[in-house]
Nanobody
Framework: QVQLVESGGGLVQAGGSLRLSCSAP????????MGWFRQTPGNEREFVAAVNGRGDSAMYADLVEGRFTISRDSSAKNTAYLQMNDLKPEDTAVYYC??????????????????WGQGTQVTVSS
């Protein structure tokens, strides 16, 4: 079982910024594709962003495009970041890190990722 460790959540005012981090175990060979999802009470987990193993391809949900940036550590570590700018109250959610061996356009469903973190709360006040 691959354990993902998230950090960086918290409380911020609308218009502010937060950066989430997610670390997966290091391994030889291809790095994991990594992504972020978020979930609010009573709703399904929704896709936010994902990046491939090399860090040269990323995709975003329409709601966060232009405000959020996903990136990854350039070293051998399996670490990804989600820089969230211009946060809005509707961005309030539990954010989950996800990882998988595969990446591709359209792979934005919860079932497309095999490994998950425990989630970190992001709260944006108005």
């Amino acid at each position: 079982q691959v354990q993902l460790v998230e950090s960086g959540g918290g409380l911020v005012q609308a218009g502010g910024s937060l950066r989430l981090s997610c670390s997966a175990p290091e391994r030889t060979g291809t790095k994991y594709a990594m992504g972020w999802f978020r979930q609010t009470p009573g709703n399904e987990r929704e896709f936010v962003a994902a990046v491939n193993g090399r860090g040269d391809s990323a995709m975003y949900a329409d709601l966060v495009e232009g405000r959020f940036t996903i990136s990854r550590d350039s070293s051998a570590k399996n670490t990804a970041y989600l820089q969230m700018n211009d946060l809005k109250p509707e961005d309030t959610a539990v954010y989950y890190c996800a990882a998988d061996d595969w990446y591709g356009k359209g792979r934005t469903r919860e079932t497309d990722f095999g490994f998950w973190g425990q989630g970190t709360q992001v709260t944006v006040s108005s």
